[in-house]
């Protein structure tokens, strides 16, 4: 269907066509509602680590490998530690010691109480029961320690409050001791504190006060004099070196506190004291933590509330209470989410309103304001039922601000060309005005909507699924909002003209709306007036404008690249909310000063053979951890098999990540095969000492066989190296060793880990069996490399995503304009005020974290629309002008709208700042960098540059012929456009009758945020030279040659 059809459907069925529309979006609605399950922002992190990756492979294939492992004999289904024939005279599995967790969980469970401890005068303040938390350990005698705070230590499950002290914790003196006592006393008073404590409220919290009180003899915080302050702390200054020094499990030896390795002074030979340093107090910074008897959980979400107010009341004091770890945050996250949508109804109000003034028509707005909604249920739709997509993560809801942002432009786009045509011709022809309005608007709203969609779709490389879900539905937005625009409001706009909706004004001119916006007409005049004037500003000192700009931009590569440069992120606790929540305190400035949630144990590195590392999970459905799939296994019983894993275990022990400072057994199971026969006796058995190793093929597998059911039934769990079988016979080989690495967040050391594991297996399997696809190992971390994996992933995807999105603004650019030297200035532009917009998020403090890459990689689609329009205007301006003539008309044409569209993205993005979700605060400050960026280099920058390289008259400008343009238009046709040329020059004079009032902002409109859109309806041809029929065919050639994107009909100026 050619244009002129379509205009002739919108012209005479315009409510048939919304009809339609409507009943698609509805069945779409319904669909979305009864079918598709409702977005879980529940857990908001799921979806944040990447897919596909060779480290995610290898990890869920050791993971499908741990889940299909039976402890005991098992199924057929399942791998088993020895043969199915064996398992008579194999043993039970034997459980490990209970974890941390289950310890308290037990511990949550219980609530009886041991009255045996009635008369001990430490707890006489606080009751006279202790809890039984020791219930499955019964006939065991409780520590003084215990009784004193019902229970052994801290543990991670409890609520924790974060404390910074005006001083130095060790010079602390007696009236920052007794606030923090007070403080803390407040807490544990509560109203909201007794419903959600353990044990009736009647345990002393794991705090600095009650730790000083309890190595004091005293039995409360309050009962602590000066004397005792300072001794203790004086005590903990002495023993710091003892901590530093000596292992860990000195401290919890019992009696090893005065052995040979550990050593530790009689001052210093307390549990306690241990505690404090590990648990309680920062060895950096006067932080102090405090954990109070108190799961973490929903239900302390009262308690949390009432110590947001203490927060903000004890800011300046000496003792201030500065951070919060309640387990809550996910929680929080969710509540925001609600709460915030307050600031983005705020940026819509924002934008109705100028859409309102703008038009003067509520029809107008309401119908705008509807496509908007339309193009979020049908890109929902197409998102869950044709992308076959499950997974919205809350990311998605970002691109609920580009459909605003996008769906406001469009409207002005089409809006102007409507009105601007319908005045500069004969009003009555409504189809021609139609078909004319189509032809223009939709070339110029499908260039602003193919570069911002091809800056979405561009990120669709990464492996991060969040991202990937993001982009995918953000394009959608995109493209499916092009669709609305160009069916949904050419009709509404038709109604509105054929019905007189037009005449539902809200502008009396007595009225007080009518005033005030006639106050902010005056004011956006003088706006523009003073923009216009200021031209010359540019044009006589441009040669201070390009050095200027120059040395900026260079300053933000610097920033970015050298010093502080966007360096990936520094922690693996994804930022959610505000930076000055009390959650994102705890975990950006207490985690990382306190050893026990600082620590990391060294990697465990474990080797598989056996496995596909290939992962076969739904990329889309994070549920979806694929399954265990085998590979061909050599035969371990050959002689040469034996001999290459001895010797790779060998070399194992060689390298430098190996941890040679423990004694390691059970690692690699041809070793520990040898040992286990070396020490037998041969009168008993055909495996004994007497064999040479590497042992006959028989013997191998009789022996091995032997082995795995008499060692692997005792003190092992699913993950514990050695062979795995299936159907009676050797299915996978599992080798583990410790290395010396220890989990950390530091890039380049797990990067540098990675790589040496990574080169040693290539080194030992290379020109050998194990070197076939067939067999191929593949080694893992057991989850310690996969935020190094996340890190990796975005370090290398969003330079690629830039890339394709510069090259495609580049084709954007030139086939918009059809110059080399516009296309080359406005891509140095584009990347100018891209430098300079990233290095200022670095000198911010911003990471390559999730998020950042999301919003980043939209950089250069939202840089590139001022250079876009700036170079359209030096392109249809006069050719016979020089460049300094042809850049300030340029600017006459574009410079106000341009600054108008400047304003209304940075109120929007002004709009966001306020909100608790991190992710609405981050757009609102990259849209607020990136626009006022974008303005200066296209207002300053770009005019500079083009009036010394810009090209003078057709210099390298190329020409394409309009393809399916009939050669000459009918005699009617001319005659027409000849009428509507006539009014072009008149078309804003305030004498000219129109059909339609208008707006007391029109003509500043006019001049301003919509002159943006309308730069790509100038035309080469002055309008006097249309007025005369002898001119028509040298009209028809100009317009001939023009690109599709720009041929356009020139405006007069004022």
């Given amino acids: 269907m050619g244009r002129s059809r379509y205009a002739e459907l919108l012209t005479h069925y315009p409510v048939p066509i919304l009809a339609v529309i409507l009943v698609v979006v509805c069945s779409c609605t319904l669909l979305s509602v009864l079918v598709a399950k409702p977005p879980d922002f529940s857990d908001p992190l799921q979806g944040f680590i990447p897919r596909y990756t060779d480290i995610h492979s290898s990890y869920r294939a050791w993971h499908s490998l741990v889940e299909n492992t039976a402890i005991s004999s098992g199924s057929r289904d399942l ?39 009635e008369s001990d005068s430490d707890i006489t303040s606080y009751g006279t029961t202790t809890p039984d938390f020791y219930a499955p350990f019964t006939g065991r005698v409780l520590s003084p320690k215990e009784q004193f705070f019902c229970d052994s230590k801290p543990r991670g499950g409890y609520a924790q409050l974060a404390f910074s002290i005006s001083e130095d914790i060790y010079k602390m003196n007696f009236d920052t001791f007794t606030q923090l006592c007070q403080l803390q006393a407040d807490v544990e008073s509560s109203e909201y504190y007794k419903p959600v404590c353990q044990f009736d409220c009647m345990c002393r919290s794991f705090s600095l006060v009650n730790y000083v009180a309890y190595l004091s003899n005293r039995s409360s915080c309050f009962d602590v004099t000066q004397p005792d302050l300072t001794s203790t702390l004086q005590l903990l200054q002495y023993c710091y070196t003892f901590y530093e020094t000596i292992p860990f499990d000195c401290w919890y030896g019992g009696g090893m506190f005065h052995s040979r390795r550990c050593n530790v002074s009689d001052r210093c030979a307390n549990e ?92 107008i707005t309401f119908m705008t304001c509807t496509s908007m909604a339309f193009t979020v249920i049908l890109s929902y739709t197409l998102y869950q039922f044709v992308f076959h997509i499950e997974y919205f993560p809350f990311l998605n809801l970002l691109a609920t601000i580009v459909v605003i942002g996008i769906g406001a432009d469009d409207l002005f786009i089409y809006w102007k060309t409507w009105i601007s045509i319908k005045h500069s011709r004969n009003a009555s022809i409504l189809e021609r005005i139609v078909t004319y309005t189509f032809e223009h608007a939709s070339t110029a709203m499908f260039v602003t909507s193919a570069s911002t969609a091809t800056a979405f779709f561009a990120c669709t490389y990464t492996d991060i699924v969040s991202m990937r879900c993001f982009c995918i539905y953000a394009g959608t937005c995109v493209l499916v909002h092009y669709v609305i625009v160009i069916t949904w409001l050419p009709a509404c706009v038709v109604i509105y003209e054929k019905y007189a909706l037009r005449g539902c004004h809200v502008f009396g001119k007595e009225s007080k709306v009518g005033k005030l916006f006639r106050s902010i007409h005056s004011q956006l005049t003088r706006l523009s007036r003073f923009l216009l004037n200021r031209q010359s500003i540019i044009s006589t000192i441009s040669y201070a404008w390009l050095p200027l700009f120059l040395v900026i931009s260079v300053g933000g590569a610097i920033a970015l690249f050298g010093w502080p440069r966007l360096s990936p992120p520094s922690s693996d606790t994804f930022q959610m909310l505000s930076f000055r929540h009390p959650f994102e305190v705890f975990d950006r400035e207490v985690r990382k000063h306190v050893n026990f949630l600082s620590s990391y144990a060294s990697l465990p590195i474990t080797f598989v053979f056996g496995v596909s590392k290939a992962f076969n999970g739904g990329y889309f459905d994070i549920k979806s951890h694929g399954s265990l799939v085998l590979q061909p296994l050599p035969d371990l019983s050959l002689p040469e098999t034996q001999l290459w894993f001895s010797n790779f275990c060998w070399e194992l022990r060689q390298q430098d990540f190996f941890d040679d400072s423990i004694i390691q057994s059970h690692g690699c199971f041809v070793e520990e095969l040898r040992t286990w026969i070396m020490v037998r006796s041969c009168a ?40 795995r079988y299936k159907n009676n016979k050797p299915a996978a080989v599992i080798i583990s060793f410790q290395s010396n690495v220890k989990a950390d967040y530091n890039y380049d050391m797990m990067e540098n880990f990675h790589k040496n594991v990574s080169t040693f297996l290539q080194k030992v399997t290379a020109n050998t069996e194990m070197n076939k696809e067939l067999y191929k190992p593949f080694f893992t971390a057991s989850g310690g490399l996969l935020f190094y994996d996340v890190q990796s992933t975005l370090l290398r995807s969003l330079p690629l995503s830039l890339a394709v999105v510069l090259l495609a603004s580049s084709i954007i650019v030139f086939v918009t304009t059809l110059n080399i030297l516009l296309t080359v200035a406005a891509l140095l532009t584009i990347s100018c005020s891209l430098l300079t917009t990233l290095g200022i998020l670095s000198l911010l403090g911003w990471e390559l974290n999730i998020l950042e890459s999301v919003i980043m990689s939209l950089a250069v689609g939202l840089s590139m ?79 500079s540059l083009l009036i010394h390289i810009g090209p003078v008259g057709s210099f390298l400008q190329l020409r ?95």
Wanted: charged fraction near 20%; glycine fraction near 4%; charge should be neutral.
């Fill in 272 to 363: 306690a004291i241990f505690e404090l340093y590990h648990y309680i107090i920062s060895t950096d910074k006067p932080i102090t933590l405090t954990f109070i008897h108190m799961a973490q959980g929903k239900p302390t979400y009262s308690l949390y509330t009432k110590l947001r107010n203490v927060i903000s009341k004890s800011r300046n004091k000496n003792v201030h209470l500065m951070a919060l770890n309640f387990g809550l945050k996910e929680h929080e996250f969710e509540l925001s989410l609600t709460s915030d949508i307050c600031w983005i109804s705020l940026a819509l109000v924002v934008v109705v309103l100028i859409i309102w003034i703008y038009t003067e028509s509520v029809f």
């Fill in 684 to 723: 008993s058995d055909l495996c004994c000492q007497d064999l040479v190793f590497p042992y006959n093929q028989s013997v191998f597998s009789y022996c091995l066989d032997k082995y795995t059911a008499a060692t692997m039934t005792h003190g092992h769990t699913v993950a514990s190296p050695g062979v």
């Fill in 865 to 943: 629309d001022f250079p876009l329009h700036v170079a359209v205007a030096y392109r249809i301006s006069p050719l016979t002008q020089d460049r300094k003539q042809r850049v300030m008309t340029s600017l006459r044409h574009v410079g106000g709208c341009l600054t108008a569209a400047m304003l209304t993205t940075l109120v929007a993005g002004i709009c966001m700042l306020p909100a608790q979700v991190v992710a609405y605060v981050k757009l609102g400050t990259f849209l607020t960098l990136v626009i006022i960026s974008s303005w200066l280099y296209s207002m300053f920058f770009m005019p």
């Fill in 960 to 1054: 394409f012929k309009c393809c399916g343009r009939k050669g000459r238009r009918s005699t009617k046709d001319a005659a027409d456009k000849a009428t509507y040329s006539d009014e072009i020059s008149s078309e804003l004079t305030p004498s000219l009758p129109m059909t339609t009032s208008r707006s007391p902002l029109a003509p500043v409109i006019e001049e301003s945020a919509e002159e943006l859109e309308l730069s790509k309806l100038e035309q080469i041809t002055p309008a006097s030279a249309l007025l005369e029929p002898r001119n028509m065919a040298r009209s028809e050639m100009s317009y001939s040659r023009l690109s599709p994107i720009v041929e356009t009909y020139e405006s007069d100026e004022p």
């Fill in 79 to 117: 791998l088993t530690f020895y043969p199915l024939e064996e398992k008579a005279t194999a043993g039970t599995w034997n459980t490990t010691t209970s974890t941390v967790n289950e310890l308290y969980q037990r511990f949550r469970r219980s609530s009886s109480v041991d009255a045996s401890n």
